[in-house]
């Protein structure tokens, strides 16, 4: 009786509620594989401002006590509006001179996912592929199809010319005179496959959520398709685990790398930062691939390696306070030794 009338009491102030509540984080990438000397100081400075508010405003999802899933389109959302990265606006181009994007959200909570791959009209491919797992029986859509989904759910349309900026035109024609000369494509002067975005979220609740937006690889063809929307490739979250990942996508797809990742952590109960230091930067590269990912976990520890020469990577955790690092000189949370595992009942 005594002890009913405790618990009635605390509820009342809050305090079972509090104990019950995990510290919110989220969690963004802009790419792997910058090139120090291609970064003026101005695009250095867009781009840290662009992460910034990308960051504040899904942060802000969490603070407001939204799912997960809300602060990863948000930020994601952002970041595709700003053509200073391969997603949305900004997006690479095909060998045909198009632009085809790819995009993948999935809840850890739930292990529901939608993805679109091969679009070329939606201003937002991270909505489409939220749409997708939401209002959709299916898990995949590609091209004309996922576009007449997009019609029909209302998701913005715009016209292809929208894309479009200059330097990835210019992207393109280098990546074409490289052809034409047979040069080698993993020069790191002319990588393909740098840009892309994605975010990782953990709400109040302690769910977990991931997304990933791209625009691929600069000249693909014949339809090409890379991991980021492939769950399981560039794109993963279960209960305890989310993952996306940013690099040469054909390597994320046959490692299975943001699965890989969680496997480990969720199967083998290694920390975060070891399972995707093991996947990103050494599996990964041993088959000769390269590129980074985020990861975090239902505690709140925070992985984010790459083996670039830098990743495009942010993070909002228990100070609240929207943190931006480019370079690997950068600390990050990577470095930090993992949280202890927060308490998820009040007993
Ligand atoms: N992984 C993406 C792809 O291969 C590209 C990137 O991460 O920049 O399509």
Redesign the pocket.
């Known amino acids: 009786m005594k002890s009913s009338c405790l618990f009635v009491a605390l509820a009342a102030l809050g305090v079972i509620a509090a104990a019950h509540a995990t510290t919110p984080v989220l969690v963004i990438h802009g ?3 910058v090139i120090r000397r291609d970064m003026t100081p101005a695009r250095e400075k867009a781009v840290r401002a662009a992460m910034t508010k990308a960051l504040q405003d899904g942060y802000a999802q969490l603070k407001a006590g939204k799912p997960a899933i809300d602060a990863v389109t948000t930020a994601i959302t952002v970041l595709e509006d700003d053509p200073n990265f ?1 997603a949305g606006k900004g997006s ?1 181009f095909t060998h045909d001179g198009k632009n085809e994007m ?1 995009a993948a959200v999935m809840d850890g909570d739930t292990l529901r996912a939608g993805s679109v791959a091969g679009v070329h009209r939606v201003k937002n491919p991270i909505l489409l592929a939220r749409a997708v797992m939401e209002h959709s029986q299916h898990v995949m859509l590609v091209g004309d199809g996922a576009e007449a989904f997009a019609k029909e759910q209302g998701i913005a349309l715009v016209d292809p010319a929208y894309f479009r900026t200059d330097e990835r035109w210019q992207q393109l024609q280098k990546a074409l005179k490289e052809d034409a000369e047979k040069k080698p494509h993993a020069d790191p002067d002319t990588a393909r ?4 975005v994605g975010a990782a979220a953990l709400d109040s609740e302690g769910h977990l959520a991931v997304g ?1 937006s ?4 600069t000249d ?1 063809r014949w339809g ?5 929307p492939i769950i399981g490739a ?1 794109t993963y979250a279960n209960a305890q685990c989310a993952v996306s ?6 390597f ?1 797809m046959r490692t299975v790398a943001a699965h890989e990742i969680c496997m480990k952590v969720s199967m083998l109960g290694e920390p975060i930062q070891r399972a995707a230091a093991e996947v990103i930067n050494q599996e990964i590269p041993s088959m000769g691939g390269n ?1 980074g990912a985020i990861a975090l976990d239902n505690n709140g520890n925070i992985a984010m390696p790459f083996n670039t020469d830098g990743m495009f990577r942010g993070w909002i955790g228990a100070d609240g306070v929207a943190h931006v690092a480019i370079y690997d000189n950068e600390p990050d949370p990577s470095n930090q030794p993992p949280a202890p595992a927060q308490s998820s009942s009040a007993e």
């Open positions: 790419g792997a594989g391969n690479v790819d496959h740098f840009g892309t990933t791209t625009g691929g690889m693909k090409r398709v890379g991991d980021s560039g990942g940013t690099g040469w996508g054909e994320y590129g």
